[in-house]
């Protein structure tokens, strides 16, 4: 069972990928090229984060990330 704060953080991831979704639409990206610039807008702050801090990022760890992306696509 999920908690409070894994359950907005995945809104929070949701929400961002929906940001970036948008963004390759109005460039006339394809299924393909919405989905990566989604993920890298949905994850990428939280990936560098990870690197400056020498830890695993979560998206490599929980494949939950790369699902939450594919759904708000």
Do not use: E
């Not at 999920?2 to 995945?10: A, G, K, N």
């Not at 993920?39 to 939450?68: E, F, H, K, N, S």
């Amino acid at each position: 069972m999920p908690t409070f704060v894994q359950i907005l953080d995945f809104i929070g991831t949701f929400a961002f990928a929906i940001s970036g979704i948008r963004l390759a639409s109005a460039k006339r990206f394809d299924w393909f090229g919405a989905y990566v610039v989604g993920l890298a807008t949905a994850i990428g702050g939280g990936t560098i984060r990870d690197v400056l801090l020498d830890v695993p990022p979560g998206w490599m760890t929980d494949p939950i990330y790369l699902i939450c992306t594919g759904l708000a696509l």
